[in-house]
């Protein structure tokens, strides 16, 4: 039993204790001898570009506008993370799915870049097709639709903003969700 410099010349261990440097085998070694990355990074690593390719798949990368560029993440401001209500597919591509709805516009589309992107209606415009509103002065939703575009709010055709509550339907291409609010009567983020 004695301590020992590993084979690689990098470590000390205690061959008493261990048949191989416990450090040398939890790494990946690159063809000069130095460190690379751990095992459980190398696997962590192998997880996260799993999960990219799954969600670039997901995304279907042809819909997103500009293929070249970096899509910026915007963190919200303070007060502006906190769920306000919800809107789920009752009918479409991606029935059953929910979508978070916060403080201010929450633009819906499409694209990557919208707030709420509906990847799978190519019926849905890339670009903002319609957007709701958390009023946070009044605890009121609205449903703001964009210019030209076919946005319906419980089977009318609307082309000006409609106040919406909870239970109302808003149908989009081939898609329809339901609007549930959180903030309602005396209930709002402070």
């Given at each position: 039993?004695?301590?020992?410099?590993?084979?690689?010349?990098?470590?000390?261990?205690?061959?008493?204790?261990?048949?191989?440097?416990?450090?040398?085998?939890?790494?990946?070694?690159?063809?000069?001898?130095?460190?690379?990355?751990?095992?459980?990074?190398?696997?962590?690593?192998?997880?996260?570009?799993?999960?990219?390719?799954?969600?670039?798949?997901?995304?279907h990368?042809?819909?997103?506008?500009?293929?070249?560029?970096?899509?910026?993440y915007?963190?919200?401001?303070?007060?502006?993370?906190?769920?306000?209500?919800?809107?789920?597919c009752v009918?479409?591509?991606?029935?059953?799915?929910?979508?978070?709805?916060?403080?201010?516009?929450?633009?819906?589309?499409?694209?990557?870049?919208?707030?709420?992107?509906?990847?799978?209606?190519?019926?849905?415009?890339?670009?903002?097709?319609?957007?709701?509103?958390?009023?946070?002065?009044?605890?009121?939703?609205?449903?703001?639709?964009?210019?030209?575009?076919?946005v319906?709010?419980?089977?009318?055709?609307?082309?000006?903003?409609?106040?919406?509550?909870?239970?109302?339907?808003?149908?989009?291409?081939?898609?329809?969700?339901?609007?549930?609010?959180?903030?309602?009567?005396?209930?709002?983020?402070?």
């Amino acid at each position: 039993m004695a301590i020992i410099k590993c084979k690689n010349n990098l470590h000390f261990y205690d061959d008493g204790r261990y048949d191989e440097c416990p450090h040398c085998k939890s790494m990946i070694l690159s063809d000069d001898g130095t460190q690379t990355m751990t095992v459980r990074e190398k696997d962590r690593s192998e997880e996260v570009l799993e999960s990219v390719n799954i969600l670039r798949q997901k995304i279907h990368l042809e819909d997103v506008v500009d293929k070249d560029k970096t899509i910026a993440y915007r963190a919200n401001e303070k007060n502006e993370d906190f769920v306000t209500g919800w809107l789920v597919c009752v009918e479409g591509p991606e029935r059953g799915r929910d979508y978070r709805l916060f403080h201010g516009v929450n633009r819906i589309g499409r694209s990557a870049g919208e707030d709420i992107s509906i990847v799978e209606d190519m019926t849905i415009s890339r670009t903002s097709m319609c957007s709701v509103v958390y009023d946070i002065r009044g605890n009121d939703f609205y449903l703001v639709p964009e210019a030209g575009s076919m946005v319906y709010l419980n089977g009318k055709h609307i082309s000006s903003p409609e106040g919406i509550k909870t239970g109302d339907i808003i149908k989009l291409g081939k898609s329809a969700f339901e609007f549930i609010a959180f903030c309602r009567d005396s209930r709002k983020w402070e």
